[in-house]
């Protein structure tokens, strides 16, 4: 925000005051910016190349944009996608183009690169390439999709991760003593906020800006933030959920288990209580998509492809726009037919690869790109299937040690019926096989 001369440090809000100056105040991102690690380094040698940070919102992606403009010697210049177009990118190339013939060098930090159409990143590209300008862009979603491929191919992109619960506690702990020494909060209720706030220090703390601003001050003069408090705030009852505890364990249990027992109503409650607690859209639709597989297969196929369905729906919404497409699927994986024979198949097959590891493919169906390896013989006898009637051969594909292993038993359950009359009359093609 401008400053004016009336202003002090606590008009701005919590999360602007708290905003980290150093990579030693920065929270989470150890994968990146801890002691040895690559981001780090590139910010400490000041080589910095364009690149692109990508991530969840509240994660620190402008905040290390801040702290590379404090630490380089280049000049730094602060872009918003939003409100920018393209007579601002060539005003700012023609000015960063002055800056190289003075051997200085330029850093552009694009805010929300993502919102850029694609004649508007083309106007960075050839500054880019001809090293005029240092490119750094901030974006929520997938640069593979939003930022233009010979754009991205010159940039190094670094994955930002939400931040784990534990780090914003510790933030939301600094963040009290910022607000006042007569502001007290419980670990518990630092913790509430944190698991609310999804991995997003920013709105963590306007959270708890928010609690802080609306409890009274009691006789001791102490300003207590209460869970009733926070209740309030929030309009949600279960915040003391934690999505790493056992009540996260026990309710994606609930609701595995009863979609499994064809179960839709209590499959819809137990999706609700997760997700009114706070949990995330997206680990719900990755287990409807195991789920879709585990339980139910090749008894109804489409169900995998309404899981995935799901799990898109949810990542271009986000809750709670994206609770009714989730609930779609949950209903969906309730009612559809169930079969675990994909899951049998798979860990009979995995029991058999562990202890057969040393085994070898069988010559016939080895490639054979080389003269060397057709000496070997590699490739010989093998029957090629759309040379045959009905497609099939009495080849055998397995090892030796294991000729007539069956790990995929069908069962009669919807769809899958027709898998095994197929197997069947594939088997039964196979013991008669001409050739």
Excluded at 59 to 83: D, E, M, P, W
Excluded at 120 to 146: H, M, R, W
Excluded at 297 to 302: I, R, V, Y
Aim: net charge negative.
């Amino acid at each position: 925000m401008n400053k004016t001369l009336f202003s002090t440090p606590s008009d701005e809000p919590l999360a602007a005051r708290m905003r980290p100056q150093t990579l030693e105040e920065f929270a989470g991102q150890e994968h990146l910016i801890a002691p040895g690690k690559i981001l780090r380094r590139i910010i400490e040698s000041d080589k910095i190349p364009s690149m692109i940070f990508w991530g969840p919102p509240g994660v620190g992606k402008t905040t290390l944009a801040s702290i590379i403009a404090r630490r380089t010697q280049a000049t730094f210049i602060n872009f918003s996608a939003v409100t920018s177009g393209i007579k601002e990118i060539r005003d700012i190339m023609k000015q960063a183009e002055a800056n190289k013939n003075f051997g200085e060098r330029t850093i552009v930090f694009v805010d929300e690169i993502h919102r850029f159409n694609k004649a508007q990143q083309d106007a960075f590209l050839p500054f880019v390439e001809k090293g005029s300008i240092i490119l750094i862009g901030a974006t929520t979603e997938n640069p593979s999709f939003e930022i233009n491929g010979a754009l991205l191919s010159r940039c190094k992109v670094f994955v930002l991760k939400s931040l784990d619960p534990d780090d914003v506690v510790k933030l939301l702990q600094r963040a009290l003593k910022v607000l006042g020494e007569n502001f007290f909060a419980d670990d518990d209720i630092l913790r509430a906020i944190a698991v609310f706030s999804n991995g997003d220090a920013r709105a963590a703390l306007s959270l708890l800006e928010m609690t802080a601003m609306n409890s009274e001050e009691n006789s001791d003069g102490k300003i207590i933030i209460t869970q009733e408090i926070l209740e309030q705030c929030t309009s949600r009852k279960s915040l003391l959920y934690d999505k790493d505890g056992e009540e996260h364990y026990n309710l994606i249990s609930a609701l595995h288990k009863s979609m499994r027992n064809s179960d839709p109503d209590a499959a819809v409650y137990w999706l609700a209580r997760m997700l009114e607690a706070g949990e995330d859209p997206l680990y719900v639709a990755r287990r409807l998509v195991r789920f879709a597989s585990e339980d139910i297969g090749l008894a109804e196929p489409g169900a995998l492809s309404m899981a995935v369905a799901a799990y898109q729906a949810c990542h271009f919404l986000g809750m709670p726009e994206c609770n009714v497409h989730l609930t779609q699927a949950v209903v969906h994986m309730s009612i559809a037919p169930k079969s675990n024979a994909l899951d049998v198949a798979y860990n009979a097959a995995k029991k058999d690869a562990l202890n057969s590891l040393a085994e070898p493919v069988p010559l016939h169906i080895r490639n054979a790109p080389t003269r060397l390896m057709r000496e070997l013989e590699y490739g010989k006898g093998y029957k090629f299937a759309h040379d045959f009637e009905n497609k099939v051969t009495d080849m055998k594909c397995l090892p030796d040690a294991l000729l007539g292993r069956e790990y995929y038993q069908p069962t009669d359950q919807g769809s899958e019926a027709h898998y095994k009359k197929r197997l069947e009359q594939i088997k039964n093609w196979k013991a008669n096989f001409q050739a």
